[in-house]
């Protein structure tokens, strides 16, 4: 039997790309910048397993490609770039690595909020332009966290992950949103709101936790961010397309939202012009799962998602 043909469209941790390449014929791009949509569709005809990340957008032209992929096996959790239907359609499985990321990703969600709670970016930019002139009572005074509520939007892995940091690590009172109460939620006393609205009125932080896609596009609108009280903040490392960033940058212009954290946006690697000017929200490049262990996990969760299709076998982390 020929060997399993693997594209892999970005460099991997090296570890997995040696277990990969130890197992099957792959190619990896090793010119590590974004393939083009041609050149993915290209290799939907010459290979037969596709290992994609959230950089590369698989719609249905991409899909439309070829007919020898047989399995999508995604280095990731959030699977929105990927057109599942089309997929489905055609008779291609999708994967991707839930969990061994949750870890990574709550800790950049506290990080975010600690930035943005503690003016951390400011703070640096000021330093390092030369502009600090000394301690002062009065110099860069931010949130405290400890009794603040988090507002947490989307209750799974990273959701929960995330408030129980806060929770027991800086004592926050956890509210969360969700589409329907969790059982998880008991642990941490928190409290259920069915509607999205309640949740962002009762917020000093908010973060969000959903997948991206259509169900959840623009869930932070102008209307939502109205509905956020006076000098909270907002967080993102779920999906760019989940906020509405000119309604964004209007909130923190107009100091309506203290600040924001965000770590995804729509259309990466652009980030929305508005935010750039402004002090009062801190950017960062998609660093969420960026840490040596999980980049390494996660390579080895897609390797065992193709290892159980070369098999023939039941694959474990299945989306489509
Ligand atoms: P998960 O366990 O599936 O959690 C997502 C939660 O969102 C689920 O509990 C789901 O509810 C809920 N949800 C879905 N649609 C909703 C809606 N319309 N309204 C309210 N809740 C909704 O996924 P996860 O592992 O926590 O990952 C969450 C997302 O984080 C990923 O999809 C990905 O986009 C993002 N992420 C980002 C990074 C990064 O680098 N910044 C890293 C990892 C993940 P049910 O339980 O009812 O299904």
Not at 55 to 76: F, P
Not at 83 to 105: F, H, Q, Y
Not at 120 to 127: D, I, K, P
Not at 236 to 255: C, Y
């Amino acid at each position: 039997m020929r060997p399993l043909r693997v594209l892999v469209t970005r460099r991997w941790p090296e570890a997995v790309e040696c277990a990969l390449g130890e197992r099957w014929d792959i190619v990896v791009n090793r010119d590590d910048t974004p393939m083009t949509q041609v050149g993915l569709a290209k290799a939907m005809e010459e290979f037969d397993v596709l290992a994609p990340t959230v950089s590369d957008r698989i719609n249905e032209e991409v899909i439309a490609g070829g007919d020898r992929v047989k399995l999508i096996a995604n280095y990731g959790v959030g699977f929105d770039h990927i057109d599942l239907d089309a997929a489905k359609a055609k008779g291609i499985a999708v994967t991707n690595t839930p969990g061994v990321l949750t870890d990574a990703t709550a800790d950049l969600a506290l990080t975010l909020i600690l930035m943005a709670a503690r003016r951390a970016g400011e703070g640096e930019r000021e330093l390092r332009a030369g502009n600090w002139s000394g301690w002062r009572p009065t110099h860069l005074v931010g949130s405290a966290l400890k009794g603040k509520v988090l507002g947490v939007v989307g209750f799974g892995r990273i959701g929960q992950a995330t408030a129980e940091r806060a929770h027991r690590g800086f004592g926050m009172t956890i509210a969360y949103f969700a589409r329907e109460p969790k059982p998880e939620a008991e642990a941490l006393n928190a409290e259920y709101c069915s509607d999205l609205q309640d949740l962002l009125a009762k917020s000093d932080f908010v973060s969000l936790h959903v997948p991206g896609g259509d169900d959840t596009a623009n869930l932070i609108d102008a209307r939502a961010l109205t509905a956020m009280k006076q000098g909270s903040y907002l967080i993102n490392t779920a999906r760019g397309g989940v906020v509405d960033h000119d309604a964004l940058a209007e909130a923190l212009r107009s100091g309506h939202l203290a600040g924001a954290g965000l770590d995804v946006y729509p259309r990466e690697p652009q980030v929305p012009e508005a935010l750039l000017g402004l002090e009062n929200v801190v950017l960062l490049p998609h660093l969420g799962s960026a840490n040596a262990e999980t980049r390494e996990a996660m390579g080895m969760r897609a390797l065992a998602n193709i290892e159980a299709f070369a098999k023939g076998e039941d694959l474990p982390d299945r989306v489509a």
